[in-house]
């Protein structure tokens, strides 16, 4: 444990440029020095946060386990839209299909 919380310190300290230009180009974005800074710190904090989290003592905590059935509504069948409502914001239609420009 000591370990994970040594290696982690070092890894926010050593977060360096290099990985927020990294993680900008792999998600399309342009960041001014300013921002990649801002961004930097962002994470940081986060994972800090992270950090916090695992400090705590969970020992006598049960896990939360949600009951699909009771948050499930009854499948039962109901009117959907007719054609004009669901085509009446549509900015084109062709052969009753949604058109869209060509993605790839």
Known sequence: MVLILILTFFYII???QID?????KLSRL????AEAAQAKDRLQGLLKLMENLKELDLK??????A???SSLRNDVPEQGFS?????MNAPHEENHHFAIPKVI
């Open 30 to 33: 342009t960041l001014s020095e």
């Open 83 to 87: 054609y004009q409502q669901a085509f």
């Open 20 to 24: 927020i230009e990294k993680l900008a």
């Open 67 to 69: 009951d699909a059935a």
């Open 14 to 16: 050593l977060m360096s």
């Open 60 to 65: 006598n905590v049960e896990p939360m386990v």
